[in-house]
């Protein structure tokens, strides 16, 4: 059985609270990811930022993307957009079971710990979507094996 940490992203970039929007957002553009965990000095998640927060953000501000770089206030902070609380799951999590969390709490991810509460991974739809069209393939295959692999 595959657990998340099969599956997650284990390089995963972080923010502080009291960092700017603005650098959140270019980080975000830059890197082309769509949620960042915000963690304590302890580096321990104590919110998220999505995409859907900067579009919130830029909805509050009354911003296009192509303004938010020069309009967005740079004492607008993390904090005062992401979301919380952020769900976690431990890195040994089933993935049925990381995927029930999902749908259940209608979140696009979930932030993964080691035994110690520390981020070791992050895990979104995006990974089991993957993960299920794999499973599928795999499965057209099976189903499509030649006759002269039975005799």
């Known amino acids: 059985m595959k657990t998340t940490k099969n ?4 390089n995963v970039i972080t923010i502080k609270p009291d960092e700017s929007l603005l650098d959140a957002y ?13 963690v304590d000095i302890n580096l321990r998640p104590i919110g998220i930022l999505s995409d859907r927060d900067i579009q919130r953000a830029m909805i509050n501000k009354k911003l296009s ?6 309009h ?3 004492d607008i902070t993390v904090s005062d957009f992401m ?13 049925s079971h990381a995927a029930k969390i999902l749908i259940q709490q209608k979140v696009s ?7 110690n509460g520390q981020i070791c991974g992050i895990l979104t739809t995006e990974d089991l979507l993957g993960h299920l069209l794999d499973m599928i393939h ?8 030649p ?3 039975y005799f």
């Open 65 to 70: 993307e192509f303004q938010i770089e020069s």
């Open 147 to 149: 006759l002269s692999h």
């Open 26 to 38: 270019k980080i975000m553009k830059d890197k082309n990811i769509r949620h960042l965990p915000v």
């Open 72 to 74: 967005l206030p740079g």
């Open 7 to 10: 599956l997650m992203h284990k």
């Open 83 to 95: 979301s919380w609380p952020v769900y976690t799951i431990d890195h040994e999590t089933s993935l």
């Open 109 to 115: 991810c979930l932030v993964v710990e080691n035994s």
């Open 138 to 145: 795999q499965d057209e295959k099976k189903l499509y094996l």
